[in-house]
């Protein structure tokens, strides 16, 4: 199966845990390039985050792969100083080939993922059809977008460059 995972960091060594998220997870199909996004809600003073797309191939569960995404996450957690409220690491499944599971603590396709920029244009960067699937209107406004580093892609979401792995 196909796991469409969001990755996002906005403490921190942000690179340092975008590439420690990719390393852990093997056997990734596809990697998108990193955006830069001006924190939505939460606490005031929350500094930018990097978000990034990657598809990660794998014949275990859905909630396997839940548990492998909180693993890392702690790994990351255990890599900073507990006082600060922003994330260093956030996993999030957004698809797993059509699969549809609608569990208290595991939704997939996520439910936010169509409403938030930040996930739709990387999606859009290395699954366009799941970025069509998941959003008609995000996806066409991406369709006509011109991919250079630096540009706005959407509103609030700059295309940074990619990891260096
Ligand atoms: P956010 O919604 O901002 O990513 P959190 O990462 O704190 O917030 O939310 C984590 C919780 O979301 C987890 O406890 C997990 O059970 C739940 N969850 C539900 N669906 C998903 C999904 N598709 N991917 C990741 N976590 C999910
Ligand atoms: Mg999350």
Redesign the pocket.
């Known amino acids: 199966m196909n796991y469409v995972i969001a990755l996002g960091s906005n403490l921190g060594d942000r690179v340092g845990y975008l590439k420690l998220a990719c390393q852990e997870l093997e056997a990734l199909a596809a990697i998108s390039s990193i955006y830069e996004t001006l924190p939505v809600g939460g606490p005031e003073g929350q500094g930018p985050y990097l978000n990034m797309v990657v598809i990660y191939e794998s014949d275990r569960s859905p909630r396997k792969v839940?548990e492998e995404?909180?693993r890392i996450e702690g790994v990351a957690r255990r890599c900073r100083n507990e006082y600060h409220g922003p994330r260093t690491l956030?996993?999030?499944?957004?698809a797993v080939d059509t699969l549809v599971v609608e569990e208290p603590?595991?939704?997939?396709p996520?439910p936010?993922a169509k409403d938030r920029g930040f996930v739709m244009a990387p999606i859009y960067e290395v699954d366009p059809a799941l970025a069509w699937r998941l959003s008609p209107e995000i996806a066409a406004l991406l369709e006509h977008q011109l991919w250079q580093e630096g540009r706005e892609i959407i509103t609030g979401v700059w295309l940074k460059g990619q990891l260096d792995l």
Do not use: A, N, S
Request: charged share 30%; hydrophobic share 50%; aromatic share 0%.
């Open positions: 839940l995404c909180q956030d996993l999030d499944i957004v603590d595991l939704v997939i996520h936010r």
